[in-house]
């Protein structure tokens, strides 16, 4: 009985030392900076005692940015005859980037590298580089902490190359090939997203020339024909600008301008009794608007006709709804001799009543 419990004693502390073994063996190495950190890597010939040597065992070394110092660089030294993996990373802290950087032995000059706030990278056997950059404002003083880990070791030939930089072309091919269809309808409707100048000048010149004839037809009687081409161009009109359509037709005879609403009346030479009113509304819509012609002598005023074609009665037209900042045009022609004649519009704006009422008259001459 007294052997079997001496030797659960002896495996039971057996046991014990092993695991104080392996976990001593897996301990990481502190490693402190040594002065200052040069910022570039050693030149041609023999590296000096000036450059740290670290190991990559499991090790973490702590260092300092002083102020005005921006880059320090370490030297890796890898002693296996083999490929060695070395894992890296910075611990908890955002203005401080780390480069590993495989050097050729012969002319130190950098073949491969990763970076990041963490990575791994193959090294083969000899010195390499660890690149530690800071990040932000130099005028404080930046500690920083770095640690290697030896995930492990393998053969030359099966190490992993970065072949990324192959596929350029192909990057490049296969963005152009799926832009150009893109660039193919933006060339076709250029005219229409960049508004040009010449297009602009169309616009005017089609204006003017409604305009031309709309003087013509309400300086004559009417007939059906001219009635509809009077209705159609007061249509294009609306469609058109309000700014370049009163600039054409010159200063109105009357003139009422609110947020919600601009009114403009014009008449042409020898037609008295016929109106060109314009109405661009405000961001507003107006709903039921109407027109009203009257005296403000108290005379009576019929209206005798409306191009376009709309409901009239006695001196007012019932123009219906219009929409926000839209123009409409509308020709009114009256019948009666009263000397002076003014406008009333009238409608509902957000479910109220609104009316606007000029404040200046026409005088009417005596047919």
Not at 73 to 82: D, E, H, K, M, Q
Not at 285 to 313: C, D, K, N, Y
Not at 327 to 339: C, H, K, M, R
Request: hydrophobic share 40%; charged share 20%; net charge negative.
């Amino acid at each position: 009985m007294r052997g079997a419990n001496l030797a659960l004693i002896i495996l039971f502390v057996a046991s014990i030392s092993a695991f104080s073994s392996a976990e001593t063996g897996s301990q990481e190495l502190l490693v402190e900076e040594i002065g200052d950190a040069p910022g570039k890597l050693w030149g041609p010939g023999e590296i000096s005692e000036q450059w740290q040597i670290v190991s990559p065992n499991n090790s973490t070394t702590i260092g300092t940015f002083p102020l005005n110092d921006s880059v320090d660089v370490f030297a890796l030294n890898i002693s296996s005859t083999n490929w060695t993996m070395v894992g890296f990373w910075v611990s908890n802290n955002d203005s401080v980037s780390i480069s590993v950087q495989r050097l050729n032995q012969s002319t130190w000059s950098i073949v491969e590298f990763a970076n990041g706030d963490e990575g791994e990278l193959g090294l083969d056997h000899g010195l390499h580089a660890i690149r530690l950059e800071r990040i932000g404002s130099f005028e404080e003083e930046i500690s920083y902490r770095f640690t290697l880990e030896n995930i492990g070791s393998f053969d030359g030939e099966e190490r992993f190359v970065n072949l990324a930089w192959m596929f350029t072309p192909f990057y490049v091919f296969a963005g152009a090939f799926l832009i150009l269809p893109l660039v193919i309808v933006l060339w076709w409707n250029r005219n229409d997203i960049l508004p040009s100048g010449k297009k602009v000048g169309e616009l005017l010149e089609n204006e003017r020339y409604i305009l031309n004839a709309l003087r013509e037809r309400f300086s004559t009687s009417d007939g059906v024909m001219r009635r509809e081409e009077v209705n159609l161009a007061l249509s294009v009109l609306g469609e058109g600008s309000w700014n370049s359509v009163s600039e054409e037709l010159g200063v109105p005879e009357i003139r009422y301008f609110t947020e919600n609403i601009d009114i403009c009346a014009w008449r042409f030479e020898g037609s008295s009794r016929s109106f060109l009113i314009g109405i661009r509304t405000g961001i507003s819509s107006w709903e039921m608007a109407a027109i009203r012609i009257f005296s403000p002598l108290g005379e009576v005023t019929t209206i005798h006709s409306v191009v376009p074609e709309m409901v009239f009665q006695d001196d007012e037209v019932f123009i219906g709804n219009l929409e926000g900042e839209t123009t409409t045009f509308v020709q009114i022609e009256t019948l009666g001799n009263p000397p002076v004649v003014n406008m009333h519009i009238s409608g509902l704006v957000n479910g109220k009543p609104v009316a606007a009422v000029p404040t200046s008259s026409i005088e009417l001459e005596e047919e």
